[in-house]
């Protein structure tokens, strides 16, 4: 695997010692909470509006639960300003 | 009459860099105004949830013989307040009901805290809520809405088709509800529709 300088991380089969079974490709891009929207009753629980670096203007945020888990397994709930990573993996075809 | 100005907040607004005497700010509201003419005045309001936000709307000045016909509502056009966190959604919204004629937006709002402190300083005929908004939900600002202005009819613009929503959007005091993408062909008829009194809860 290696990284380029934007942070994208992608399978190269010329280098990888284990590049004859390629894995999902991946790229990671940076990302800031710009937004938080209330839970809304029942029926909607807290959202995140992630805005992803690199993205085209229009399309840059994404908005998901706001209801992460760190590496022990709490509840981790990022506020605006937060600085996450997003990652996108394309599976192999088949 | 003599041309006076007052102002306040000149760090937040470049219309009232040479105002002075501060006006009582009440909700995170704060305002400034100066006559331009004899009968007319022009105010530009701010609030503490925006930045560099300035709305600016004309209204008689009492005892200057300028009647109420002066005014928007007096004169069949509907005045409307809008409110989406999303400019791109706020400035479409605007572009389609300006190009109605009987329609004039007063308001443009960011999210529910605003609108609400908007609504209750405007006292608009219709509010155009977005639901999912930072700081308050567009159902939780409707609610306040309601209680204060009971006159005010509330059209609830959504991008949920779940019918829970629409059964929250009665519940809270709506009048009205509109898919996003329906916008185009539905708004103006949901608006001309509440405020008559009816409701319309637009299910394509």
Not at chain 1, 44 to 56: H, L, N, R
Not at chain 2, 57 to 75: L, R, T
Request: negative net charge; charged residues 20%.
């Amino acid at each position: 695997m290696s990284n380029n300088a934007e942070g994208t991380t992608h399978a190269n089969p010329e280098t990888d010692v284990n590049a004859a079974v390629p894995g999902p490709a991946t790229i990671t891009l940076a990302g800031t909470v710009d937004k938080i929207f209330p839970a809304i009753g029942e029926l909607q629980p807290e959202k995140a509006q992630i805005a992803v670096e690199g993205a085209e203007p229009l399309y840059r945020e994404i908005r998901i639960d706001n209801s992460l888990q760190d590496g022990a397994g709490n509840a981790v709930s990022p506020e605006v300003g937060a600085e996450v990573e997003v990652t996108i993996e394309a599976k192999p075809k088949a | 009459m003599m041309a006076t100005s007052v102002g306040y907040r000149p760090d937040v607004c470049g219309h009232c860099e040479n105002y002075h005497s501060p006006v009582t700010a009440e909700n995170g509201l704060s305002l400034c105004y100066n006559v331009e003419s004899d009968v007319k005045i022009k105010i530009f309001l701010h609030h503490d949830c925006a930045e560099a936000w300035s709305q600016s709307f004309n209204i008689p000045i009492p005892g200057s013989g300028v009647d109420a016909s002066d005014n928007g509502n007096a004169k069949g056009v509907i005045r409307i307040l809008i409110a989406d966190d999303q400019p791109t959604i706020l400035k479409m919204v605007k572009q389609i009901l300006q190009a109605h004629s009987g329609f004039e937006v007063v308001g443009e709002a960011r999210d529910g805290c605003q609108a609400v402190t908007l609504a209750v300083a405007l006292k608009p005929d219709v509010i155009v809520l977005n639901v999912t908004m930072p700081t308050m939900s567009g159902f939780d600002a409707a609610r306040l809405i309601r209680g204060q202005l009971p006159d005010s009819a509330i059209v609830i613009l959504s991008s949920h088709k779940d019918k829970q929503f629409i059964a929250e959007a009665r519940k809270v005091g709506a009048r009205g509800y509109v898919q996003k993408s329906d916008a185009d062909s539905e708004l103006i008829r949901a608006i001309n529709t509440v405020v008559k009194g009816e409701e319309f809860f637009f299910l394509p």
